[in-house]
């Protein structure tokens, strides 16, 4: 099983920009779908986009699309999230998942998760 590890998070203003980053490794990277996710306090797990496998394929959440740019690349094992014109609403804990087959926007899919890296956006 691919283990994950999100780094990159931190505190920031509003309208700034963050890239984290989500480090895999005991694994195939390149045959896992992957997709980001983020829990603010006191609210359910929610999804913010997903990629497959090869990198032609993303989709996003309305609440992030035209901010938000997931990406990977498969030779560093890496999967990104590029976030941009960052709003006080996206301050939650973010976290990278893999799933074999289909990307997927159900977060009961995805079988690894990393241990969450915070993002905060001050007004």
Do not use: H
Request: proline share 2%.
């Amino acid at each position: 099983q691919v283990q994950l590890v999100e780094s990159g998070g931190g505190l920031v203003q509003a309208g700034g920009s963050l890239r984290l980053s989500c480090a895999a490794s005991g694994g195939t990277f390149s045959t896992y779908a992957m997709g980001w996710f983020r829990q603010a306090p006191g609210k359910e797990r929610e999804f913010v986009g997903r990629i497959n496998w090869s990198g032609t394929t993303t989709y996003y959440a309305d609440s992030v699309k035209g901010r938000f740019t997931v990406s990977r690349d498969n030779a560093k094992n890496t999967l990104y999230l590029q976030m941009n014109s960052l709003e006080p609403e996206d301050t939650a804990v973010y976290y990278c998942a893999a799933k074999r087959g289909p990307s997927s926007i159900r977060s009961a899919e995805y079988g690894a998760w990393g241990q969450g890296t915070q993002v905060t956006v001050s007004s």
